[in-house]
């Protein structure tokens, strides 16, 4: 298959852009779309057939549930039966969060197809705030189920190009939106009881959640729910260290890259280095960090080494994708 890669950037260009993305999606494609927080491999999320085409490019297991973007607040009730008891909590953090980088995981109605929840009682949506995207499923008219649009366990994609060094010729079309601003995945939270677990942590901290409800600890780490928690997911080809100490790493790799979060010079044993954030600021960190993370991974290098930071905030969030790239 022949992968087009079209811009949407300039008005004119949107447009176009739509209306060969609808077009697509209707005859039952799944095709490359950006959001705000990575690239989504976007289909229909109420065809059956359309989604398994998703699992199939990406080579995904069937076991791993899609995340189902609406194309409004009225889908909510449509798509999820929430409890009276959690009814006010989802509507105050839809309110506060949507559109934007949260993913709620209600119980479903039996509208959503099994392939998309793998077989779960509940279905993972939220509402996209990337302007390309958000065109394009108002002019679909319907729910689009879309998973980060890589291979399944590597690097998310946060550029038109990561998409096609993934995915080329095994989709029909990629939708270049420019660089995802956020670049890490969706915050996922699941409510139920009147609280909240956090199921993935991202762009939304668990400090601003915790601002509307009670936050539940997650169930087990050894049968997890969102395959996103497998621990070694996001991962790099080439092995990754996490350090507090990149200066004084001990290695006998000839040839090592690091991933730092301050600018500063490093000693002569490195070859490649990559400073997530020039003037220390968590968020550009964030936005950055998928893309140092597959360049260092393309250096032809033996070893990664990536520096430590505070678990506070985003902070969180990075640390949980650089300790996954570490474990394999
Ligand atoms: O930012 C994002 O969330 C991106 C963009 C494209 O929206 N999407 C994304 O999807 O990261 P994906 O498939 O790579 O990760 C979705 C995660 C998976 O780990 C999946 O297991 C979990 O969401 N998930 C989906 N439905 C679920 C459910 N019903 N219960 C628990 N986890 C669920
Ligand atoms: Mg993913």
Redesign the pocket.
Known sequence: MKTQIIPAATPKEVAAAVSVAVEHLRAGEAIALP?E????LAADALNADACLKIFEAKERPRF????V?LPGMEWLDRLTSISSRDEVLVRALVEEFWPG?L?I?LPRRAIVPDVV?AG?E???V?I?AHPVFAQIIEAFDGPLA???ANRFGRI?PTTAAHVAAELDGKIPLIVDGGSSSHGL??T?V?VREGAMEI??H?PISAERLAAFGELRAARSKQTP?????LPSHYAPRTPLRLTSDVERIESAERRMGALIFEARDLPGNFCATRVLSLSGDVREAAANLFRYLRELDEANLDLIVAEEIPETGLGRAIMDRLRRAAAR
């Open positions: 959001t927080t990575v690239y989504g791993d549930p899609l995340i973007h980088p993913t995981v929840t779960l509940t279905v993972a939220r996209s879309a998973p980060s998310s995945e969706s996922i699941a199921l993935r991202g729910e969102a395959p996103g928690q």
